[in-house]
C-alpha cells in the first residue's frame, strides 16, 4: 500500500487548480485573466503544486488540504479531524499562516464550519463591529500569546508524529512565527532549512531569494502566490532538504 503525503495550509499550500476556480472578476479586475493566461503559457496539465511532483518522485498518495484563507485554527482542526488517518511513513508538510486570521462559527448551514475572519472579509461578520473586529487583528498580530499558541499546537502534532512514526515539516508565511522560533532558539530540523533559515528575513524570502517566482513575475498580473515555475522551483528545494537530510527517502 503506497504511503501519503499530506500538506496542511492556507493559499500557499491549496492546489493550484482548486485556486484557479476562485479567480473571477468580482474578486479582481485583473487577477481573473490568471488561469487562462497559465494556461496558454504552460498547458493546463503542467499546472501543478510542489506537492504534486514531490508525490510522483517518492511514489505517494497525494492528499492535500491547504485552503485559501485558512487560519491556524483550520490548519490544526484539519490535522485533527484526519490524524487517526496518518500512517507510518507517511509525510506530512504543515504550512502555518498569518497570525491576524481567527474563525467564528458563523455559517447557518453548517454549525461545524469554522468561517475564516480575515482583514478583507469583515463585512460579513455583520453581528461584530469593524473597530472590535481591528481590535481583536491588533492583539492576535501584536501579542506574543498567539504565537505560543501556534507552539504548543506543534508540540502535540511532533508527539503524534512519534507516536505514529510519520515524517513531519513544517514553514509558515508569517514572519514573526519563524522569528520568534529563531530568536528563542526552538528551531529543530522539522523546520524546513533549519540550517538556512536564519540568515533570511522570513520563509517567503528564503523562497524568492532562491528562485521560487510569483505569479506576478510569471504573468504580469499582480498576485504574490507562487507561480507554476515557482513550485517547481519550491519543490526542488523541498525534495533535496528532505533527501539530505532524512535517507529514509
Same mark, same amino acid.
Given at each position: 500500500?503506497?504511503?501519503?503525503?499530506?500538506? #496542511?495550509?492556507?493559499? #500557499?499550500?491549496?492546489?493550484?487548480?482548486?485556486?484557479?476556480?476562485?479567480?473571477?472578476?468580482? #474578486?479582481?479586475?485583473?487577477?481573473?485573466?490568471?488561469?487562462?493566461?497559465?494556461?496558454?503559457?504552460?498547458?493546463?496539465?503542467?499546472?501543478?503544486?510542489?506537492?504534486?511532483?514531490?508525490?510522483?518522485?517518492?511514489?505517494?498518495?497525494?492528499?492535500?488540504?491547504?485552503?485559501?484563507?485558512?487560519?491556524?485554527?483550520?490548519?490544526?482542526?484539519?490535522?485533527?479531524?484526519?490524524?487517526?488517518?496518518?500512517?507510518?511513513?507517511?509525510?506530512?508538510?504543515?504550512?502555518?499562516?498569518?497570525?491576524?486570521?481567527?474563525?467564528?462559527?458563523?455559517?447557518?448551514?453548517?454549525?461545524?464550519?469554522?468561517?475564516?475572519?480575515?482583514?478583507?472579509?469583515?463585512?460579513?461578520?455583520?453581528?461584530?463591529?469593524?473597530?472590535?473586529?481591528?481590535?481583536?487583528?491588533?492583539?492576535?498580530?501584536?501579542?506574543?500569546?498567539?504565537?505560543?499558541?501556534?507552539?504548543?499546537?506543534?508540540?502535540?502534532?511532533?508527539?503524534?508524529?512519534?507516536?505514529?512514526?510519520?515524517?513531519? #515539516?513544517?514553514?509558515?508565511?508569517?514572519?514573526?512565527?519563524?522569528?520568534?522560533?529563531?530568536?528563542?532558539?526552538?528551531?529543530?530540523?522539522?523546520?524546513?532549512?533549519?540550517?538556512?533559515?536564519?540568515?533570511?528575513?522570513?520563509?517567503?524570502?528564503?523562497?524568492?531569494?532562491?528562485?521560487?517566482?510569483?505569479?506576478?513575475?510569471?504573468?504580469?498580473?499582480?498576485?504574490?502566490?507562487?507561480?507554476?515555475?515557482?513550485?517547481?522551483?519550491?519543490?526542488?528545494?523541498?525534495?533535496?532538504?528532505?533527501?539530505?537530510?532524512?535517507?529514509?527517502?
Amino acid at each position: 500500500m503506497k504511503n501519503n503525503l499530506w500538506s #496542511f495550509g492556507c493559499s #500557499f499550500t491549496e492546489s493550484m487548480k482548486e485556486r484557479m476556480k476562485w479567480y473571477l472578476p468580482q #474578486f479582481g479586475p485583473e487577477t481573473y485573466k490568471i488561469p487562462n493566461v497559465l494556461e496558454k503559457m504552460y498547458g493546463k496539465e503542467n499546472i501543478k503544486n510542489y506537492q504534486d511532483y514531490l508525490s510522483e518522485d517518492w511514489n505517494l498518495n497525494n492528499l492535500n488540504f491547504g485552503k485559501g484563507g485558512n487560519s491556524n485554527y483550520h490548519v490544526f482542526n484539519d490535522i485533527c479531524n484526519n490524524c487517526q488517518s496518518i500512517n507510518e511513513n507517511d509525510i506530512v508538510i504543515l504550512e502555518w499562516t498569518m497570525l491576524q486570521r481567527h474563525g467564528f462559527p458563523i455559517d447557518v448551514h453548517d454549525p461545524n464550519n469554522l468561517v475564516s475572519c480575515r482583514a478583507d472579509n469583515y463585512k460579513q461578520f455583520e453581528d461584530l463591529s469593524e473597530k472590535s473586529l481591528s481590535t481583536i487583528t491588533f492583539y492576535r498580530e501584536n501579542k506574543v500569546y498567539y504565537i505560543n499558541e501556534i507552539l504548543g499546537y506543534i508540540n502535540i502534532i511532533r508527539e503524534l508524529s512519534k507516536l505514529k512514526k510519520f515524517k513531519l #515539516f513544517m514553514w509558515t508565511i508569517e514572519d514573526k512565527i519563524i522569528n520568534h522560533v529563531i530568536e528563542n532558539n526552538l528551531l529543530s530540523d522539522d523546520w524546513l532549512f533549519h540550517d538556512e533559515i536564519t540568515s533570511y528575513k522570513s520563509y517567503i524570502d528564503f523562497f524568492k531569494k532562491n528562485g521560487v517566482s510569483t505569479l506576478t513575475e510569471e504573468t504580469g498580473y499582480v498576485d504574490k502566490h507562487f507561480g507554476v515555475q515557482g513550485h517547481k522551483r519550491q519543490y526542488e528545494l523541498i525534495k533535496k532538504y528532505i533527501d539530505e537530510n532524512f535517507s529514509y527517502r
